[in-house]
């Protein structure tokens, strides 16, 4: 049998697992202090051009690799691409999808959900982060020769990646952007990512600009999204 994750095809082999057992006024004070600081966390547009260690980046991106997945065949790649020349082309080929886009392609009902955002064609982002993590799925497993191997649940798993890694960027102090031109097809070329992957979403990080805004955007209340049975 070939292997393509490190586990695949391997006998169930359980090993204790004791996690040091929290308090519970510590654990409440953790809950709540989270739910503080993850309800300031935005969407930024605006980046500033001040550069960000990139062990931020680095550390977060690893966060995101400890997210469950399907069968464990954690399937994703996360490009780092801090390349002016790369980004640029990045820019220049998603402002080409995104003028498509927003002179109609997308019809009146999405522009309609996307006019209290306040987007447009223009993605400045994509040049003036000093980060674009381009988030991969993998589809399926590409062995050496050639054969394909079937991935299980690839969206929802690299969903839960990318949520732990927007989480884990911004408790440290960062911004983000989850970007999706539609189609993303041109990242897989300007990057030259192997026919298994297919893109994700642009995840421009830095910090926000000094005068950057947001979309006055309401959540739902905690009424509203939770259901008690
Ligand atoms: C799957 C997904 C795709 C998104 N695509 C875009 C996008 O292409 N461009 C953009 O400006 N924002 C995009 N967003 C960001 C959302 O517009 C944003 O999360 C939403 O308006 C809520 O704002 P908040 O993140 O500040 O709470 C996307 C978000 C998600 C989850």
Aim: proline residues 9%.
């Amino acid at each position: 049998m070939s292997t393509w994750t490190p586990m695949h095809g391997q006998p169930y082999q359980p090993v204790p697992y004791h996690p040091a057992r929290m308090p519970v006024d510590e654990s409440l004070h953790t809950a709540a202090t989270l739910r503080e600081r993850m309800m300031e966390r935005r969407t930024v547009r605006a980046f500033s051009t001040e550069p960000v260690p990139e062990q931020l980046v680095v550390d977060a991106i690893a966060v995101a690799g400890t997210a469950p997945s399907g069968a464990h065949q954690q399937p994703w790649t996360f490009v780092l691409v801090t390349d002016p020349e790369v980004r640029a082309k990045i820019r220049a080929a998603a402002e080409n999808e995104e003028k498509l886009s927003y002179d109609g392609r997308l019809g009146e009902e999405w522009l309609n959900a996307l006019r209290p955002l306040g987007t447009d064609m223009h993605k400045p982002h994509l040049t003036d982060a000093p980060y674009l993590i381009i988030v991969f799925q993998q589809r399926f497993y590409l062995d050496e020769d050639g054969e394909q191997h079937k991935h299980y649940y690839v969206d929802e798993s690299v969903g839960i990646a990318v949520g732990m890694l927007l989480t884990a960027l911004h408790l440290s102090g960062l911004a983000a952007l989850i970007h999706t031109p539609s189609p993303m097809r041109f990242l897989s070329e300007v990057l030259a990512r192997p026919r298994n992957e297919k893109a994700f979403a642009v995840i421009p990080v830095g910090y926000p600009a000094e005068d950057a805004t947001v979309p006055d955007l309401v959540r739902k209340s905690l009424d509203q999204v939770l259901v008690r049975v």
